[in-house]
């Protein structure tokens, strides 16, 4: 049973969703074998003032990668706390490596993926009247500095091609931006994460039904922790 709240926290919520991009914000970095498979947990999203400050929403998520081949593990996500508020989220995509590091030269990772949404009411009352599917694209550049930590920085390209908002207001931006950067930590099948992003930093953060933190008064600063293990293969 979904948590009860008042419309205009839901709307906040929403918002916040929607600037977290999805499920995970965090995406597996290095190659999985084939027939490898890893399950993580991540944490965090925008920093929104509550309680008189500043700190990273808790949207906590749960993510599933499995090894297609030495280029090629397909991704999958599910949005826990966006649930318990009765927004269900999951997301389904692809990432290609097409390159690996070369000592300064990076390795790419390019990942489209699609999000889908609903409201999530009691089964009987479940009627699919505010479904959502949002296609996205993030570009990845990582380097294998050490073998037991990788930093990467990230650009994602979120698109909602709805002529509506959730709120039914009509939807002025259809294409959001995120450049991210993070670092990978590795312990044997574990894996370690901490990325920060720089949520829609071409757009006005005043206004939006929360106060966020950002650079001056545009995009919104978001701080993310994940954790990862993975199984199978020959590690």
Not at 11 to 27: D, E, N, P, Q, T
Not at 102 to 118: D, F, H, K, Q, R
């Amino acid at each position: 049973m979904p948590l009860k709240t008042s419309a205009k926290s839901t709307s906040i919520l929403a918002l916040c969703l929607m600037l977290s991009f999805g499920c995970s914000a965090i995406r597996r970095i290095t190659p999985l074998e084939v027939g490898e498979s890893s399950v993580g947990v991540s944490c965090g999203g925008p920093f929104t003032q509550l309680f008189g400050m500043y700190v990273p929403l808790p949207l906590l998520s749960l993510g599933y990668n499995y090894g297609m081949s030495k280029t090629i593990d397909i991704e999958a996500g599910l949005g826990v706390t966006q649930a318990l508020f009765g927004i269900g989220e999951l997301n389904a995509g692809v990432n290609y490596r097409p390159t690996v590091p070369a000592g300064w030269i990076p390795g790419l990772i390019i990942s489209p993926a699609v999000y889908l949404t609903e409201d999530i009411d009691p089964i009987s009352e479940f009627t699919m009247k505010n479904f959502r599917c949002y296609p996205d694209i993030s570009i990845t550049a990582w380097w294998n500095r050490e073998k037991w930590w990788r930093p990467y920085i990230a650009l994602e390209n979120w698109f909602d091609l709805c002529s509506t908002r959730d709120d039914g207001l009509a939807q002025q931006e259809h294409w959001l931006i995120a450049p991210a950067v993070g670092i990978d930590m590795e312990c044997g099948k574990w894996h370690y994460q901490i990325q920060g992003e720089l949520y829609t930093p071409n757009l006005w953060n005043r206004g939006r039904g929360a106060h966020y933190l950002g650079p001056g008064n545009y995009g919104v600063f978001g701080l993310f922790l994940g954790a990862s293990r993975d199984f199978g293969g020959g590690k």
